[in-house]
């Protein structure tokens, strides 16, 4: 058995996730103030989604401090499933958003209002380049790291929608197209419900154990079975303990002349270098072994 506990994050990524927490709330307020002078929703909804944005930042770097916590007799995998939690629900609070952007689009669709369309679309800009800066900050964190992936989320969708004020404050100023604002909003929400629902369905499927994505079970049995003196292999389990962290269970049935220790050591090998996989227990059992419940065909529980 083999137990690696790989704690992946590393302190520039929360440095730098530290740093586009500040400028989100410093330009945040900015928006809100903009927006209530301009009269402008899509800026409302911009800071708004700024504000969630914040939040989830803010959510993130907690979960990634809890996260970093060692494991207990209670807590065996330690706090990594926290930033799974935070992303999931910093998911959920961008679909709430987005369905308040619906609303109030509608209502603006139903009551136009005058909008300060040269202010809107300058307040629109700084957010423009605010959220640029955190894109470009925390890009190369996101691949492995579903909770700064969640929050590289939030400012993707607040950029677009910050693109999408700019081109409505433009409509507004130069050619009075007052319905330019709702239709950005509306833009802007359903940028956020798509990149929302992506997310939850990530989260989801690690919190339910899912096999990780870019990992299939067929090719670990596989190679396997391909190594000298291995006889079968069943109840194969490969699951998401956080990000980037991977564990694996199976049991793997032997010829008598092989010696343990090299087997364990040759499929460990296999899991590391191959899968990407350094949290193993595998249960090697003599040819011939049966246990009631168990079928080599099958890798289900019982």
């Known amino acids: ?26 330009y945040m307020v900015a928006e809100i103030l903009g927006g209530i002078w301009s009269e402008s ?105 579903l909770n700064l992936k969640g929050v590289w989320l939030h400012l ?21 197209w007052l319905w330019a604002d709702p239709v950005s909003s509306v833009l802007i929400a359903l940028l956020i419900l798509v990149g929302a629902w992506r997310l939850v369905s990530e989260a989801v499927h690690v919190l339910l154990e899912g096999v990780p994505h870019r990992i299939e079970t067929s090719k670990i049995k596989d190679a396997f079975e391909k190594v000298p003196g291995v006889k079968g292999v069943f109840d194969l389990h490969v699951w998401g303990v956080g990000s980037g962290v991977h564990a694996f269970s199976c049991h793997v049935t032997i010829a008598e002349s092989v010696v343990h220790a090299s087997m364990l050591e040759k499929l460990n090998e296999i899991l590391e270098h191959e899968f990407s996989i350094t949290h193993s227990t595998i249960q090697l059992e003599p040819e011939g072994f049966h246990r009631e419940g168990h079928h080599p065909d099958h890798c289900e529980l019982k």
Not at 3 to 26: C, E, G, Q
Not at 123 to 133: F, H, S, Y
């Open 1 to 26: 058995m083999k137990h690696d506990h790989k704690h992946d994050h590393s302190k520039s990524s929360y440095r730098n996730l530290w740093w586009v927490f500040a400028l989100s709330v410093t």
């Open 41 to 145: 929703l899509a800026l409302l909804a911009d800071a708004g989604h700024m504000a969630i944005d914040s939040a989830g930042i803010g959510l993130g770097l907690f979960a990634a401090w809890i996260s970093s916590k060692p494991p207990t007799d209670k807590k065996t995998f330690g706090y990594y499933r926290a930033e799974i939690l935070a992303a999931f629900v910093n998911g959920m609070f961008l679909i709430g958003g987005s369905l308040w952007i619906f609303v109030e689009a509608w209502n603006r669709f139903s009551d136009p209002r005058e909008i300060k369309g040269e202010w809107m679309s300058v307040v629109a800009l700084g957010g423009l380049i605010v959220n640029l800066v955190g894109v470009k900050l925390l890009h190369r964190h996101t691949h492995d790291n």
């Open 156 to 176: 993707i969708s607040d950029l677009m929608g910050s693109v999408s004020a700019i081109v409505a404050g433009i409509c507004v100023w130069k050619l009075g």
